[in-house]
């Protein structure tokens, strides 16, 4: 019976992908613990989705090995995944229901949805760079996020034959929250975005019961530009 790999190369190229596989795992759950678990977030689907969701099948291979760092990293196209305090903490604000319809405006790398498609029943995202919107949806459909729509366009006109949303997440900023995003929101709804220019806040807007928006500032944030849509 052999127990070891008969030479040591292959010994070695055994023990190689054993530690990668491990260390993914591992860096991941360094990352919940020590970047967004300590700094206050509580929400246990969130710290769940984070923990498992494979962050560095999101970025480019030349930045894979930094995937589970404290901060954002870029994925081509002069877009960023955000860092993943940010992601974490944004969730926890958005307060997605199982049952919940959720819009998202800026899919990037896809790693919010992802997020998103474990806490909501449906997510729908918006992208204006086109190959971004193609290389996300296939991505978010091989790791298991079958109720995630990605449509490349223009987030400022949000999805009208999907309106109205219980949440809507923006992760680019807009110079001031796009008054068709707040029409395409459901009374009871929440609305969370980066607004500003070069330095940004992170505005939550709640509409009541009645329709009655109320808003107020979360923390300061940096976020890259939401752009407007060629018409
Ligand atoms: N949520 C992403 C990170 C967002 S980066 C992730 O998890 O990886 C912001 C994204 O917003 C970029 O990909 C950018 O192309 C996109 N974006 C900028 N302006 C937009 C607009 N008007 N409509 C839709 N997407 C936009």
Redesign the pocket.
């Known amino acids: 019976m052999q127990l070891w790999p008969s030479s040591p190369l292959a010994f070695s190229l055994c023990l190689t992908a054993g530690l990668e596989a491990q260390d993914w795992t591992g860096m991941r759950a360094r990352m919940v613990t020590t970047q967004i678990e300590r700094r206050g977030v509580k929400h246990p689907g969130v710290l769940a989705a984070m923990r498992e969701i494979p962050r560095h099948l999101?970025v480019p291979e030349a930045v894979r090995s930094s995937a589970y760092e404290d901060r954002p990293l870029p994925?081509g196209?002069g877009?960023?995944?955000?860092q993943p305090y940010i992601?974490g903490s944004m969730t926890e604000l958005l307060d997605v229901k199982p049952g919940h319809k959720v819009l998202?405006?800026?899919?990037?790398?896809?790693?919010?949805a992802a997020v998103l498609c474990r806490l909501a029943a449906r997510v729908f995202s918006?992208?204006?760079?086109e190959p971004?919107a193609r290389e996300s949806y296939a991505r978010l459909q091989t790791l298991g996020c079958g109720n995630v729509r990605v449509r490349a366009g223009?987030?400022?006109l949000g999805w009208p034959e999907e309106a109205p949303f219980d949440r809507i997440i923006l992760?680019?900023a807009p110079p001031e929250i796009p008054q068709e995003l707040i029409r395409q929101l459901k009374n009871g709804g929440r609305l969370i975005a980066p607004v500003g220019r070069q330095w940004q806040d992170l505005v939550v807007i709640d509409k009541d019961a009645a329709g009655k928006v109320s808003e107020r500032v979360q923390y300061p944030v940096v976020f890259?530009p939401?752009?407007?849509?060629r018409k």
């Open positions: 999101f994925i196209h877009q960023t995944i955000s992601v998202e405006i800026g899919t990037g790398s896809g790693y919010q918006i992208e204006i760079v971004l223009d987030g400022y992760t680019a890259v939401m752009v407007p849509g």
